[in-house]
């Protein structure tokens, strides 16, 4: 009885980012739209540069609490400097900004794991933390984009 009355609540699915300021958000942009332009990939051009932290499912009713918790652990968190050298990719798939400074980040998400039951609906629909953070430039690629895109950017400075 209690799942039917949580079946009629409204869910959302969430993603916890690091945005880049404007200046360097413009810059991944401008490599995501060359990306998709040259490699016949629209959906590159597409979609924000961050870093995921963590992508979760949860009732919205409960998202002011999620917001109030975040705030909180986010005050008391210490900022800290992100840096993004070159690129790297998932074999056959994916191509992305490397982050250098994984450990600032890898922190970050475990502060975010005590109150992993505020980010989960039920058992079976747990949050996802990332582990290896870094900027998507273009994902499920087809394999020549994958091969000439990484030819192209393996060879290629970004910082």
């Not at 699915?13 to 300021?21: D, G, K, N, R, S």
């Not at 919205?60 to 992100?82: G, K, P």
């Not at 109150?115 to 690629?141: C, G, N, S, V």
Request: aromatic share 10%.
């Amino acid at each position: 009885m209690e799942t039917d009355i949580l079946s009629s609540y409204t869910t959302a699915e969430y993603m916890l980012v690091i945005e880049p300021h404007e200046a360097l958000r413009n810059e991944i942009l401008q490599v995501k739209k060359y990306f998709a332009d040259t490699y016949d990939c629209p959906a590159a051009a597409v979609g924000k540069p961050n870093i995921i932290l963590a992508r979760f499912q949860q009732f919205e009713m409960i998202e002011q609490r999620i917001v109030h918790r975040l705030q909180v652990m986010a005050t008391a968190h210490n900022s800290f400097m992100v840096e993004l050298h070159d690129f790297g990719s998932f074999p056959t798939h994916s191509i992305f900004i490397n982050v250098t400074t994984k450990t600032q980040i890898v922190e970050l998400v475990k502060a975010l794991r005590p109150m992993q039951h505020l980010l989960k609906i039920d058992k079976e629909r747990k949050p996802h933390f990332i582990t290896e953070p870094y900027i998507t430039i273009a994902r499920k690629l087809l394999p020549w984009q994958y091969e000439k895109g990484w030819l192209e950017l393996s060879n290629t400075h970004f910082s």
